[in-house]
């Protein structure tokens, strides 16, 4: 879905500022999925718009590795050498997409330092028809937040009055244990599958 309203921006560095108490330059950012920025009818990828901002760090994860992404399954546990690497988060639009739930939480879990924030904008159960596999309530976030030991910071419905057919759940997470729960406790949420595995995985090529 990507970067597409002013109001996801504003969530973003609300959650930045005020909840993570960063400033840009000092943000290591991960980006899941290398999102495109819509602001404005302008495109192009959304890391052009962090560098601008003065991220010095910032790194996407994308199965199809496009436009300078790290060429990466979520479905499966993410290389050594990013564990702990970032102090933000983002998913506006992949985690739908990763058929392995699990492993997705576990995977942030496992890209963030002790106390960084993680933002999401994920479709709303009945709404973004045909997007994703995977559909989200604020419920679902909050039980989502108890079961990985995530501190809930933020949860709310965001509604696009341009496109009525789009309503998303915004959340920030913060990391602060270093513990993680087992696929079995895991799998107790109850994140709704829609089970449409086509649009799963490097489902673009």
């Known amino acids: ?3 597409s309203s002013q109001e996801l921006v504003e969530y ?6 005020e909840f993570a108490c960063l400033q840009w330059e000092d943000v290591s950012l991960c980006e899941l999925g290398c999102q495109v920025d819509n602001m404005n009818g302008k495109g192009g990828v959304a890391k052009r718009v962090y560098n601008k901002r003065g991220v010095k760090r910032h790194v996407s994860i ?6 300078g ?3 990466i399954d979520l479905d499966k546990q993410i290389p050594d050498n990013l564990h702990g690497k970032f102090n933000v988060l983002t998913d506006y639009g992949t ?3 990763v058929n392995n ?3 997705l939480f576990k995977n942030k879990f ?6 960084a924030v993680m933002i999401h904008a994920v479709p709303l159960i009945g709404f973004c028809p045909d997007h994703g596999r995977y559909y989200y309530t604020e419920d679902i976030m909050k039980e989502l ?8 910071l933020d949860t709310r419905v965001y509604s696009n009055e341009r496109v009525v057919t789009q309503k998303l759940v915004f959340s920030i997470f913060r990391k602060t244990s270093d513990d993680f729960p087992t696929e079995d406790e895991f799998n107790r949420n109850n994140i709704y599958d829609s089970g449409a595995t086509h649009h799963t995985g490097n489902y673009l090529r």
């Open 69 to 71: 992404s790290v060429c």
């Open 110 to 115: 496992l890209l963030c330092q002790k106390d």
């Open 12 to 17: 973003e560095s609300k959650a930045i500022h």
């Open 62 to 67: 994308d199965i199809n590795g496009g436009s």
């Open 1 to 3: 879905m990507g970067i």
């Open 145 to 152: 937040a108890d079961i990985c030991n995530f501190e809930l």
């Open 101 to 103: 739930q699990y492993m």
């Open 95 to 97: 985690g739908e997409h």
